[in-house]
């Protein structure tokens, strides 16, 4: 049975990815110790959707899933993505006059930090 | 076998696939759940720059050995969930001895968990920020420096302190649920390690193990976003 072989995942591979998780957890905290600005958000969430897929693969066993467990995964995902990607675009990149933050004062403010 | 596979599965692989797609079902639902407080929460970050920059101060003040308590309960969840993902194994493998000390290092880690959130609830507390807090202390002050943050950016000081209230609505009702979770979590896992002392489980029969391990994992799933967007992100 050379499937079920392969739905058991080595401790090895456990501990590595827990290691890889531990690196990048080290890496998001110093990173927000460096003022990059705007690249400080990007930095942040870009390792921690790293980390998300991490543990989602390797620790929820998703990548030995079944199609149909994919597609619900996905979905969740989907419609997060719809919300989150709708929704701030709107505020992001359509400043309207009674907007409170312009740039200019993002930016002081990020400074002066 | 009939006992171990429900008369409406086939067999026993597509009873453990059900097992897991009503699990993950579920995990869908929560991911919606936390993904429209965490989607308020970064609009009014967009809108509220100034308050939301006060109120993360604060948030990732609470330190030990220079590293703020996030950053340590980060650590914290990721062994829970090394120790959950070793859990499941050595259930598919019949290692019930392993299972059980995996299920106890979980629990341990767990309650760690929520012992370092409640002593960050103790230091928001005494910074006055804790919703209550005025009834009790009427003439104290919150501690954070509002009044030059408002003159620094040009607005109104009672509108920042209104825009500062509302991050702490958004920051105790999203950690507030997540530690719900956690507490849900706990209780789970002292069940599931009741159910491994009696000898319950198998390795053709231990599904609650399994889908329990996929809840826990997502609630430390949740933790991973909350880290950089309410301690990390100014």
Redesign the interface.
């Known amino acids: 049975m050379p499937e079920e072989k392969h739905k058991f995942d080595g401790v090895g591979l456990y501990l590595v990815i827990y290691g890889l998780l531990l690196a990048l957890l080290i890496a998001t905290v110093s990173a927000a110790r460096v003022d990059m600005g705007p690249w400080n958000v990007v930095t942040a969430l870009v390792i921690a959707v790293v980390k998300a897929l991490l543990v989602i693969l390797f620790f929820m066993h998703v990548r030995h899933s079944s199609r149909l467990t994919w597609i619900f995964a996905g979905a969740a995902f989907l419609w997060l993505t719809l919300l989150l990607g709708l929704t701030l675009s709107e505020y992001w990149f359509r400043p309207s006059p009674p907007f409170p933050q312009s740039t200019a004062q993002l930016e002081s403010a990020t400074i002066s930090r | 076998m009939s006992e171990l596979v429900a008369h409406q599965f086939d067999d026993l692989e597509q009873q453990i ?1 059900a097992d ?2 009503g699990m ?2 579920f ?2 639902t929560e ?2 759940f936390f ?2 407080m ?2 308020g929460y ?2 009014y970050r ?5 308050a939301w ?1 006060q109120g993360s101060l604060i948030v990732d003040n609470f330190r030990w050995l220079g ?2 308590s996030g ?1 340590w309960n ?2 914290v969840l ?2 829970s ?2 120790s ?3 859990g ?2 050595a259930a ?2 019949g290692d019930n001895r392993f299972l059980a000390m995996m299920l106890v290092v979980t629990l341990v880690l767990g309650v760690a968990f929520l012992a370092i959130k409640a002593a960050e609830y103790t230091h928001e507390y005494h910074e006055g920020v804790v919703p209550g807090y005025s009834l009790f202390h009427p003439d104290q002050e919150i501690s954070s420096d509002l009044h030059r943050a408002a003159a ?4 109104a000081e009672t509108t920042l302190r209104r825009e500062f209230q509302l991050f702490w609505v958004f920051y105790f009702f999203i950690t507030g649920v997540h530690a719900l979770h956690m507490v849900i979590g706990v209780g789970l896992f002292t069940y599931l390690l009741i159910e491994t002392r009696r000898g319950r489980f198998t390795p053709q029969k231990h599904a609650p193990i399994e889908i329990m ?2 809840y826990w ?2 609630v ?2 949740v933790w ?2 909350l ?2 967007l309410l ?4």
């Open positions: 696939e897991t797609l993950w079902t995990l869908a991911v919606l993904g429209g965490i989607c970064c609009v967009l809108l509220y720059f100034t920059h590293v703020s950053a980060t650590a990721l062994t969930s090394l959950v993902a070793l499941v194994r598919k493998m620094e950016s040009h607005t391990g996929l994992h997502f430390d799933l991973i976003f880290l950089p301690y990390l992100v100014r």
